[in-house]
């Protein structure tokens, strides 16, 4: 199976930073990896898809980026709805795999 | 809009049995593949079990496979996760999830329903 593993784990910070989440694969995955932010109750949402594609109505704030086994989610300036946990996701290979996800709350 | 809407989790003692079902809407069912994922209390995300579009295949993870059993009914537009000798491991919230166009496998998952709580414990 594929671990997938992000950090941090958590991190506190202001509206308006800029944030950037990172996630591992423990092999070559090529470009399937998505991103999902998860909103406290809620179900996750998808963000971003084979690694750098912006899923429609998704705020432009968000972008992926990378390829093989690194791979960075960036929020270029944080709003109040952002405050999230976020999930990688791997398909690459059978059994899909998610990261243990990034807690964004508030500083 | 689309629509993925859950329903039968609850409360079952260990070893009970529990059947879900995921009505889907809004969009053409049998056109994509479809999956269960569980989140337990406090927990990441966790795929459990992914069928095709028209049932030819079928994939379990390693920690549901010979207890757990998906399904669909393209006619109902409606999935279901059959789910035998449960154990407290098993307690989360189950969320019904459609593939990307491209499918599961090199794609994403796509719209979530709102999930479904199921608790198992004596």
């Known amino acids: 199976d594929i671990q997938m593993t992000q950090s941090p784990s958590s991190l506190s910070a202001s509206v308006g930073d800029r944030v950037t989440i990172t996630c591992r694969a423990s092999?070559?995955?090529?470009?399937?990896l998505n991103w999902y932010q998860q909103r406290p109750g809620k179900a996750p949402n998808l963000l971003i898809f084979s690694a750098s594609n912006l899923q429609s109505g998704v705020p432009s704030r968000f972008s992926g980026t990378g390829s093989g086994t690194d791979f960075t989610l960036t929020i270029s300036s944080l709003q109040p709805e952002d405050f999230a946990t976020y999930y990688c996701?791997?398909?690459?290979?059978?059994?899909?795999?998610f990261g243990p996800g990034t807690k964004v709350d508030i500083k | 809009e689309v629509q993925l809407v859950e329903s039968g989790g609850g409360l079952v003692k260990p070893g009970g049995s529990l059947r879900l079902s995921c009505a889907a809407s809004g969009f053409t069912f049998s056109s994509y593949s479809m999956n269960w994922v569980r989140q337990a209390p406090g927990k990441g995300l966790e795929w459990v079990s992914a069928i095709s579009r028209d049932s030819s295949y079928i994939f379990y993870a390693d920690s549901v496979r010979g207890r757990f059993t998906i399904s669909r009914d393209n006619a109902k537009n409606s999935l279901y996760l059959q789910m035998n000798s449960l154990r407290a491991e098993d307690t989360a919230v189950y969320y019904c999830t459609s593939c990307s166009s491209a499918g599961c496998h090199k794609g994403w998952f796509g719209p979530w329903g709102q999930g479904t709580q199921v608790i198992v414990s004596s």
């Open positions: 996701q791997q398909s690459y290979s059978s059994p899909l795999t």
């Open positions: 092999q070559n995955i090529d470009n399937y």
